[in-house]
């Protein structure tokens, strides 16, 4: 069809303000995803960790880690320490106390003789 011959009747010249009408809104609602988008993008951007970031923090965690386990071992060595000694002064106590219980009945023994012997 040439466009210099070509007649345009209502119907078509409503069709072609209709798809105008719709494409203007497409537009503009693309550039409000677009603009909504970029703006995500760019906060995104903003409060991103990055990668030397990253592995700085990991790093500080690591040796934090490290220092911590080295801690609880000097601890757990410490509650051992403390536990053995525990253990060796009730073992002290009862080992005086079993003494001086055989001295005891002894001396009561050699009393007792003693005692018979002389009356």
Do not use: C
């Not at 069809?1 to 303000?17: G, I, K, S």
């Not at 790093?59 to 080295?70: A, C, D, P, R, V």
């Amino acid at each position: 069809m040439n466009p210099e011959t070509a007649t345009w009747n209502r119907e078509d010249r409503d069709l072609l303000v209709e798809l105008r009408t719709t494409l203007a809104s497409v537009q503009r609602d693309i550039k409000e995803i677009k603009d909504g988008t970029s703006a995500k993008i760019s906060f995104l951007e903003t409060d991103k960790l990055s990668r030397s970031e990253a592995v700085r923090l990991n790093n500080e965690n690591l040796s934090k880690h490290t220092e911590y386990e080295e801690t609880l071992k000097a601890n757990d060595k410490r509650i051992t320490t403390l536990e053995d000694s525990r253990i060796e002064y009730r073992a002290t106590i009862k080992a005086w106390v079993i003494i001086g219980g055989g001295i005891w009945t002894l001396a009561t023994i050699i009393f007792s003789v003693w005692l018979a012997t002389k009356f």
